[in-house]
C-alpha cells in the first residue's frame, strides 16, 4: 500500500473508514464506524493478495477463532473477522491510548517499578495466547498500548503464528523488528512460546535503560550483537538497578531457548521479585542466569508465578470443569495481582477515540491523551503497582522473653485495629448509593476514642487512613444505561443479562476502594461461567467491559 491514506472516507461493506491510525507490513489500521452496531472500531484491512491464498486465508481464521475465545483482559477484543470484496479484515475494539514507543520518546527510562508494572501486563496476555498455542513474534514497544490509567494492551496480534505450524515468511523476510528479535529468528530455527519471552526481555531492559539491548546502524551490527554479544547487563547502563534484575533480563535474554525463561508470567514474577534484592528459585531445567562469580543464594522454594494451581492467567476458564446444578463454580485462577489496573487520575476520561499501530511506526491522527504529572505520568502505573510473584523473605520470630501479660496485651490492640478497619471498610462499602450524610455520621461515630483498659493505657492507631478518604459519589449514569437494580445497569449494547450484571457490580464493590479501576471476575448464569471484566472510572461512574462484548455500569 502507498505512503497516503487512499481509502480514508471510503466504505468497506457496513464500515465507514474515518482516519487511518496505522500502517504495517501486514495491512493498515483504520478508526472506522460501524453503521450496522453504531460504533467507532479499529478496523485492519490486510494486503488484498493475502486473500488469494487458500492456506494463509485458513489460517487467519483460525487465530482470529483463538483470539476471540481468548477474552484476556490485556488483548484487545476482536468484534469481527472475515473477508468484504477480496480483503481480509479484522474488527477491534477501539482504545484510547499511546504505545510504549510514544512513551519512551518522551520519557526515556521508566522507573523499575513502572517498567515491570507494565511487563506484568504483558505477560499476562503473552500467557494466555501462548496457552492457546499461538506466539506473537512480534513483541516490541510499538505494539504495547498503555492507556491513561496504566493499562496496557497487547495488540498486533495480525501476526500470531501457530506454534506447531511452518514459517511464515522466509529467512531474512522474518516479521517483526531487528531490536527485539531472538536468536533462534534470525537463524530461521523453530519459533515458540519463549521466543516470545525474549522479546519481552528486550523490551524490559529498554523500559529500565532507555536503549536496546544491541543497539546498532545497521542489519548487520543488531544481527551480530544478537547472535553473538554477551548478554547486556542493565546496573552497567544504569547503576541504581537492582544487580538481582540484572539476573533475571540475562534469563529472559538468554540466547539458548531450553535454557531461558520458560513462561512470560514466570519472567514477570522473577522480575517483581528481583525489585527487592530478591533472586528468584528457577526450575531446575531452566536455570537463573548467574551474572556474578561467586555462587548465587537461592531463595527459598516458592511457585514460579502466583496463579492459584499454576495456570496462566486468562486460560483456566478453558479447562474443562464440572458444574454443579445450583451453584457456581469457583472463578478461574487469575491473579488480579498482575492483572489489576491502577487507578485512573482524578480527571475524567473519555473512552472514544484511540491508536492502534499495524506492526510499524503509526501516523497518530488522534491527538494523545493528556499526559499526567506526578506519580502517574504517561500513562505509566505508579511505584506502588500491586506486587505480585515471590513474598520478600523475613526472618523468624525471636523465641522466649515475652511474658504473659505483654502477649494478651497486644492481642487485645489487634481484636480493636481488626474491628475498627472492619468497621471502615463497611462505611467504605456502604457509601455506593448511600448519601453524604449517612456516610458523614457513621464516619463521625468511627472517630469516637475509645476508653482506656484497666490493664494499661491502650491508643488506637489514628484513624486518619479512613476518615481522610473522600467518599465516593457517583455520577448520574449515561444516557445508554439500562437500570437492572439499584447502582448497577448495563450498556451498549444491550444484550448484557442483568443477573450478569449485578454478579459484576457485587464483585467489584467486595474487590477494594470504590471509584477505582480494577479487574474483576463475573458469574454469568446463562452461559454457566465466569468472565473477567475490566473495571475503570468513566464519566463519574464505573464502567465494566469483557467478557462477551459485555458492558456494565455500576454507579
Known amino acids: 500500500m502507498g505512503q497516503t491514506a487512499p481509502r480514508v472516507g471510503e466504505v468497506f461493506g457496513p464500515y465507514r473508514l474515518e482516519s487511518l491510525l496505522g500502517r504495517g507490513g501486514m495491512g493498515e489500521v483504520y478508526r ?35 483470539l476471540a475465545r481468548l477474552g484476556e483482559p490485556h488483548i484487545i477484543p476482536i468484534h ?28 526515556g527510562r521508566l522507573d523499575p517499578a513502572a517498567a515491570i508494572g507494565l511487563i506484568e501486563q504483558v505477560a499476562a496476555a503473552l500467557d494466555a495466547a501462548h496457552a492457546a498455542g499461538l506466539v506473537h513474534r512480534d513483541i516490541k514497544p510499538d505494539n504495547v498500548l498503555v492507556t491513561d490509567s496504566g493499562f496496557a494492551y497487547l495488540i498486533d496480534f495480525g501476526v500470531a503464528h501457530a506454534d506447531n505450524e511452518a514459517h511464515l515468511t522466509k529467512t531474512g523476510t522474518a516479521i517483526g523488528s531487528l531490536a527485539y528479535m531472538s536468536p533462534e529468528q534470525f537463524e530461521n530455527a523453530p519459533v515458540t512460546s519463549v521466543s516470545d519471552v ?11 535503560t532507555g536503549r536496546q539491548p544491541y543497539p546498532g546502524d545497521s542489519v548487520s551490527a543488531v544481527t551480530r550483537g544478537v547472535l553473538f554479544d554477551e548478554v547486556p547487563v542493565p546496573s552497567q547502563v544504569v547503576p541504581s538497578i537492582e544487580p538481582a534484575l540484572d539476573e533475571v533480563v540475562a534469563w529472559g535474554l538468554c540466547k539458548t531457548p531450553a535454557q531461558r525463561c520458560p513462561s512470560a508470567l514466570e519472567f514477570a514474577a522473577a522480575a517483581r521479585a528481583a525489585l527487592s534484592g530478591e533472586r528468584p528459585r528457577a526450575g531446575a531445567d531452566n536455570p537463573m542466569v548467574s551474572l556474578s562469580k561467586a555462587p548465587p543464594t ?6 514460579a508465578v502466583p496463579v492459584g494451581t499454576g495456570a496462566p492467567a486468562g486460560t483456566a476458564e478453558r479447562a474443562p470443569e ?44 488522534v491527538p494523545p491523551p493528556r499526559v499526567p504529572t506526578g506519580p502517574v505520568a504517561a500513562g505509566i502505573p505508579p511505584a506502588g503497582y500491586p506486587q505480585g510473584g515471590y513474598p520478600p523473605w523475613s526472618p523468624p520470630p525471636a523465641s522466649g522473653g515475652r511474658s504473659t501479660a505483654v502477649i494478651v496485651l497486644a492481642t487485645l490492640l489487634g481484636v480493636l485495629v481488626v474491628g475498627i478497619l472492619g468497621m471502615g471498610g463497611w462505611v467504605l462499602a456502604d457509601s455506593l448509593g448511600s448519601s453524604d450524610d449517612d456516610a458523614t455520621a457513621a464516619t463521625q461515630t468511627l472517630d469516637q476514642p475509645v476508653a482506656d483498659q484497666q490493664t494499661g493505657t491502650v491508643t488506637a492507631p489514628p484513624l486518619t487512613t479512613i476518615t ?11 444516557p445508554d444505561n439500562q437500570q437492572c437494580a439499584p447502582g448497577v445497569g448495563t450498556g451498549y449494547p444491550q444484550w448484557t443479562g442483568c443477573e450478569f450484571a449485578i454478579n459484576v457490580r457485587d464483585a467489584y464493590v467486595s474487590g477494594g476502594p470504590l471509584g477505582s479501576a480494577r479487574v474483576v471476575n463475573g458469574w454469568a448464569p446463562q452461559q454457566r461461567k465466569w468472565y473477567a471484566m475490566s473495571c475503570d472510572p468513566y464519566a463519574g461512574i464505573i464502567a465494566c467491559r469483557g467478557g462477551n462484548q459485555a458492558v456494565v455500569y455500576v454507579y
Request: with cysteine; net charge negative.
Open 468 to 478: 481522610s478518604t473522600p467518599t465516593y459519589v457517583p455520577a448520574a449514569p449515561p
Open 80 to 107: 469481527d473477522y472475515g473477508e468484504i470484496d477480496s480483503t481480509l479484515f479484522l474488527d477491534m475494539r477501539l482504545v484510547d491510548g499511546r504505545d510504549l514507543r510514544a512513551i519512551l520518546t518522551d520519557r
Open 298 to 303: 537461592l531463595a527459598p522454594p516458592t511457585p
Open 322 to 365: 464440572t458444574i454443579t446444578a445450583g451453584s457456581p463454580p469457583a472463578p478461574s485462577a487469575i491473579d488480579p495481582t498482575l492483572i489489576r489496573p491502577h487507578p485512573l487520575p482524578a480527571h475524567q476520561v473519555t473512552e472514544v477515540a484511540g491508536h492502534l499501530a499495524a506492526g510499524h511506526s503509526a501516523p497518530h491522527q
Open 198 to 208: 525474549y522479546s519481552l526481555a528486550a523490551v524490559l531492559f529498554e523500559l529500565l
Open 32 to 66: 472506522a464506524h460501524d453503521t450496522t452496531r453504531d460504533r467507532d472500531v479499529a478496523l485492519k484491512l490486510l494486503p488484498a493478495h493475502l486473500a488469494a491464498d487458500p492456506s494463509f486465508q485458513e489460517r487467519f481464521r483460525r487465530e482470529c477463532q483463538k
